[in-house]
């Protein structure tokens, strides 16, 4: 299999592997702080109707990242992440819950969502598919839709709603109604949480587990401590 132990398209999401050394819970720490990002643009955009467009296209740039040799590939490094890092260290470093109630809220809600994607491969198969549609559609004939293009977000956010949004646990986003009603913030936060659900991904393939975030901590934070 091509890209080592990451996720990939056919199927979407596979790999294998295990955890080992300081580096990998590193890695592991990547994808939760691409979790987090993503959750946290969600929150943000539900409630001011805006999201920095550098750390909103990082985001979005992961679902693409179908065959990496490493997570940080998936982020574009550590830089792709950045807000991500930043939140995850309040969030495990200083278990500052109560400062990101949605984030929480949104990430532990997807990391169930992804157990529930797991039992289905047809789904996995169908993301796998409409991902590499929507990526050949946005770099034909060399003329490449940026990232945040609103005609690539309204396609990922379809395949959201068409694949993800009919399981359960559904995920009530909270904001104001003035902003939740707009489709081009309808279409942003459905793209960003299929962009969740790619790092939710990965951090279980990493050997993250969602019991981790309380128990077993000590690892994350060192490795926060090292970025």
């Given at each position: ?47 001011s ?54 984030v ?35 770099t034909?004939?060399l ?26 646990p ?58």
């Amino acid at each position: 299999m091509p890209g080592g132990r990451y996720y990939h398209v056919q199927p979407v999401f596979n790999c294998g592997g295990t955890m080992n050394s300081k580096h990998d819970h590193e890695e592991r720490v990547l994808a939760l702080a691409g979790l987090v990002q993503a959750v946290h643009l969600i929150s943000t955009i539900s409630r001011s109707g805006m999201a920095a467009q550098d750390h909103l296209e990082a985001s979005l740039n992961s679902i693409f990242v179908t065959s990496p040799g490493s997570a940080s590939d998936v982020y574009g490094g550590g830089s792709g992440v950045s807000l991500g890092i930043k939140l995850t260290t309040d969030l495990i470093m200083r278990f500052n819950l109560l400062g990101h109630v949605d984030v929480v809220r949104y990430a532990l809600l997807l990391l169930q969502l992804e157990r529930r994607l797991a039992q289905h491969p047809d789904c996995l198969r169908e993301l796998g598919a409409g991902i590499s549609s929507i990526d050949k559609k946005r770099t034909f004939d060399l003329k490449q839709q940026p990232i945040n293009d609103a005609a690539v977000e309204a396609e990922l956010a379809a395949l959201y709603r068409d694949t993800l949004g009919c399981f359960e646990p559904r995920i009530k986003v909270q904001g104001h109604e003035t902003h939740l009603r707009n489709s081009f913030n309808i279409n942003r936060i459905r793209a960003l949480l299929l962009a969740g659900m790619r790092s939710a991904v990965l951090w279980h393939q990493l050997g993250g587990r969602r019991w981790h975030l309380i128990a077993a901590r000590k690892p994350l934070i060192n490795a926060l401590a090292n970025m």
